[in-house]
């Protein structure tokens, strides 16, 4: 295999499809990969996990890698990637000086998932009782590092236009270093829409997010304070179904079945929970990025009802699957209504299809996307001139982050 087609992928955690929308996201990223014939190699220094997907099945070599090591040097040269791929800045910031040091001709790039600064501002705001506003942004030494992370890349992957738009208007990131990739999804054509459930064969509703997520054990807190009493008290029958990858014994206490609310833990397969529900609870508070949990909503044809932050640059200029409300008391009538309402339910569905159709198809990102790939690749040496603040983080990266390293290194060798 030659050099300009392997691939290294350095992962924060091995890939979860079933657990989190990362890891969802991080296999339609290997795919388009794969689709282009190139050889992937995914490395990453986290444990093993009983829920990982099983990498080598997929054709995909699996290395697991030290923090601090000098063996990733060994191990990167070996391979000689033309593209390395980081997920999420902390990693950049472990590996990207070794990566630029050994192999200065990779391409770098950061997968984002989600701008973590923007969550935790975000998050501080909610817990000091306040809105968030964007001068939030410029106190977070995360947001110091992540955009450090950023700009030390040669092109970093964002998920919402909203971020987007931040990283251009609030910290003046140049258009060249950023690219704008959601969710890579198939369309929902006309006879996978017939095999859906109808609004009769439906029932209950559900919430469902990995509880690693700190947005997600808020929002799980929220429904059971202040949104479900007020449902049940309309709908004495109801069932909320709350489901999620690593629920903790806080999470696991929620549970009360006679008050038709259920801690299910993990769901063996998740697209198939949502599928048979009737609607999706989302009232999230604070967070970033897209909702995989809406747009899988969306995919299994379930209509949803969330907040503002929840749908935020999702839907674009078309109406949302069901409703976007930010109160309690008007969240738990707008779910009343969607839950009852045949007409309103199947009006909903059906927008959600047209944002899947209209949005997220990977057949509209993909080749673009890998042109883009190749045209950096072929003009390296002018796209990193163009980027001096980039190459002077990186200058100073590789003599305080390497020499750091060097002395963890050293120091656990004693």
């Given at each position: 295999?030659?050099?300009?087609?392997?691939?290294?992928?350095?992962?924060?955690?091995?890939?979860?499809?079933?657990?989190?929308?990362?890891?969802?996201?991080?296999?339609?990223?290997?795919?388009?990969?794969?689709?282009?014939?190139?050889?992937?190699?995914?490395?990453?220094?986290?444990?093993?996990?009983?829920?990982?997907?099983?990498?080598?099945?997929?054709?995909?070599?699996?290395?697991?890698?030290?923090?601090n090591?000098?063996?990733?040097d060994?191990f990167?040269?070996?391979?000689?990637?033309?593209?390395?791929?980081?997920?999420?800045?902390?990693?950049?910031?472990?590996?990207?000086w070794?990566?630029?040091?050994?192999?200065?001709?990779?391409?770098?790039?950061l997968?984002?998932?989600?701008?973590?600064?923007?969550?935790?501002?975000r998050?501080?705001?909610?817990?000091?009782?306040?809105?968030?506003?964007v001068?939030?942004?410029?106190?977070?030494?995360?947001?110091?590092?992540?955009?450090a992370?950023?700009l030390?890349?040669?092109?970093?992957?964002?998920i919402?236009?909203?971020?987007?738009?931040?990283?251009?208007?609030?910290?003046?990131?140049?258009?060249?270093?950023?690219?704008?990739?959601?969710?890579?999804?198939n369309?929902?054509?006309?006879?996978?829409?017939?095999?859906?459930?109808?609004f009769?064969?439906?029932t209950?509703?559900?919430?469902?997010g990995?509880?690693?997520?700190e947005?997600?054990?808020?929002?799980?807190?929220?429904?059971?304070?202040s949104?479900?009493?007020l449902?049940?008290?309309?709908?004495?029958?109801?069932?909320?179904?709350?489901?999620?990858?690593?629920?903790?014994?806080?999470?696991?206490?929620?549970?009360?079945?006679k008050?038709?609310f259920?801690?299910?833990?993990?769901?063996?397969?998740?697209?198939?929970?949502?599928?048979?529900?009737?609607?999706?609870?989302?009232?999230?508070?604070?967070?970033a990025?897209l909702?995989?949990?809406?747009?899988?909503?969306?995919?299994?044809?379930?209509?949803?009802?969330?907040?503002?932050?929840?749908a935020?640059?999702?839907?674009?200029e078309l109406?949302?699957?069901?409703?976007?409300?930010?109160d309690?008391?008007?969240?738990?009538?707008?779910?009343?209504?969607?839950?009852?309402?045949?007409?309103?339910?199947?009006?909903?569905?059906?927008?959600?299809i047209?944002?899947i159709?209209?949005?997220?198809l990977?057949?509209?990102?993909?080749?673009d996307?890998?042109?883009?790939?190749?045209?950096?690749?072929?003009?390296?040496?002018?796209?990193?001139?163009?980027?001096?603040?980039?190459?002077m983080?990186?200058?100073?990266?590789?003599?305080?982050?390497?020499?750091?390293?060097?002395?963890?290194?050293?120091?656990?060798?004693?």
């Amino acid at each position: 295999m030659s050099k300009l087609r392997k691939f290294l992928i350095i992962g924060f955690v091995w890939p979860e499809p079933n657990s989190s929308a990362a890891g969802g996201r991080m296999m339609q990223l290997i795919s388009i990969f794969q689709e282009q014939g190139f050889d992937i190699t995914f490395a990453s220094p986290a444990l093993d996990s009983d829920f990982m997907i099983d990498l080598r099945v997929l054709g995909i070599e699996k290395k697991s890698i030290a923090l601090n090591c000098s063996s990733f040097d060994d191990f990167i040269k070996e391979l000689n990637p033309s593209i390395v791929l980081f997920d999420r800045f902390m990693i950049e910031e472990q590996f990207g000086w070794r990566v630029t040091e050994n192999c200065p001709d990779a391409l770098r790039i950061l997968d984002t998932e989600d701008l973590h600064c923007l969550r935790q501002a975000r998050q501080k705001a909610f817990k000091e009782n306040r809105n968030f506003v964007v001068s939030d942004l410029f106190s977070e030494e995360v947001a110091k590092r992540e955009i450090a992370s950023i700009l030390r890349c040669d092109l970093s992957l964002i998920i919402s236009e909203f971020e987007m738009e931040l990283l251009e208007s609030v910290f003046k990131i140049d258009s060249s270093l950023l690219y704008y990739l959601p969710f890579l999804l198939n369309p929902i054509f006309e006879d996978i829409l017939k095999e859906l459930p109808l609004f009769e064969e439906r029932t209950d509703f559900i919430f469902i997010g990995n509880f690693l997520h700190e947005p997600n054990w808020n929002t799980v807190q929220y429904l059971k304070e202040s949104i479900w009493p007020l449902i049940k008290k309309q709908l004495p029958d109801a069932v909320l179904n709350i489901y999620g990858a690593y629920p903790s014994q806080k999470v696991l206490q929620l549970h009360e079945p006679k008050f038709g609310f259920c801690i299910m833990g993990r769901a063996d397969n998740a697209q198939e929970v949502v599928r048979k529900s009737r609607i999706v609870l989302a009232p999230i508070r604070f967070g970033a990025g897209l909702k995989g949990k809406l747009v899988e909503a969306m995919e299994v044809g379930t209509p949803s009802v969330t907040t503002t932050i929840g749908a935020e640059a999702m839907n674009g200029e078309l109406p949302w699957n069901g409703f976007i409300i930010d109160d309690a008391e008007g969240f738990a009538k707008a779910a009343i209504e969607l839950y009852q309402d045949k007409n309103s339910w199947n009006e909903a569905q059906l927008n959600g299809i047209e944002i899947i159709n209209t949005r997220y198809l990977k057949n509209n990102f993909a080749t673009d996307f890998m042109k883009m790939i190749f045209h950096i690749q072929s003009n390296l040496q002018s796209h990193r001139a163009n980027n001096f603040i980039g190459s002077m983080l990186q200058y100073h990266t590789m003599r305080s982050t390497k020499y750091m390293s060097k002395w963890i290194e050293a120091k656990n060798k004693n």
